[in-house]
């Protein structure tokens, strides 16, 4: 069964102060990674795909990073605008439908 | 861009009442998918759809069916509502490798059980 573990379930940053937000997963062959961002109240808005270890994606201030184990979102110099939820979702090869099981994401906030 | 469109925000309903929520995609993919989304327990899939008329349960299928008779429509109906199906729910579409494999969300679909 494909699993994925989000940490930390919650996050308060400084505005400008870096960090990074853990995604660990089981999969049986992996065919994609996925980080989504989810504002209250709202549906998840796609932010990366990642396809294989060593891969990493950049937009803005937000970089996202995969192992064979695990990804991280890391996130430089934050602002308040970039409190959201960030789900990570994994997609398994040879599942039909090309459906997603997702972590429990983690709450980001940011303070000025 | 792409656009998932979930015809109702919000909805309150009385238990044992039948419960359609409608969704539409206008990026012609083949896949959709209902997902619906609890505090603590994430998003969890209920059922989804690879072709017209074609359909999958999920994870957690039970209480809920699903139509699917035209491309860019996907209904997931609650023949009788009850309490613990209050929750968010969510229509997902993809292109499949076309797209990436990328699965684009609505905005949500708020469903009140009273």
């Known amino acids: 069964e494909d699993q994925v573990t989000q940490s930390p379930e919650a996050l308060r940053l400084q505005e400008g102060e870096s960090s990074s937000l853990n995604c660990s997963y089981t999969?049986?062959?992996?065919?994609?990674l996925f980080w989504y961002r989810q504002d209250p109240g709202k549906g998840p808005e796609f932010l990366f795909t990642?396809?294989?270890a060593g891969e990493e994606k950049e937009k803005e201030r937000l970089k996202a990073t995969l192992t064979k184990k695990e990804s991280f979102l890391h996130i430089t110099a934050p602002k308040p605008e970039d409190s959201a939820t960030y789900l990570c979702a994994v997609q398994a090869g040879g599942t039909s439908g090309s459906r997603l099981t997702f972590g429990e994401g983690t709450q980001l906030t940011v303070n000025p | 861009d792409v656009k998932v469109t979930q015809s109702s925000r919000y909805l309150v309903k009385r238990t044992g009442e039948k419960v359609f929520l409608e969704c539409v995609q206008d990026?012609?993919?083949?896949?959709m998918f209902w997902y619906r989304q609890d505090p603590g327990l994430g998003l969890r899939l209920i059922y989804f759809?690879?072709?017209?008329?074609?359909?999958e349960k999920g994870d957690i299928p039970e209480g809920y069916s699903v139509s699917r008779e035209k491309k860019e429509r996907f209904s997931l109906i609650l023949e009788s509502a009850s309490t613990n199906q209050t929750s968010m729910y969510l229509c997902?579409?993809?292109?499949?490798?076309?797209?990436?494999?990328?699965?684009?969300f609505g905005e949500g679909s708020w469903l009140t059980v009273v």
């Open positions: 999969v049986s062959g992996l065919r994609g």
């Open positions: 990026m012609d993919h083949e896949n």
């Open positions: 990642l396809y294989s």
């Open positions: 759809s690879y072709d017209v008329k074609m359909k």
């Open positions: 997902a579409s993809t292109g499949g490798a076309s797209s990436g494999n990328t699965i684009y």
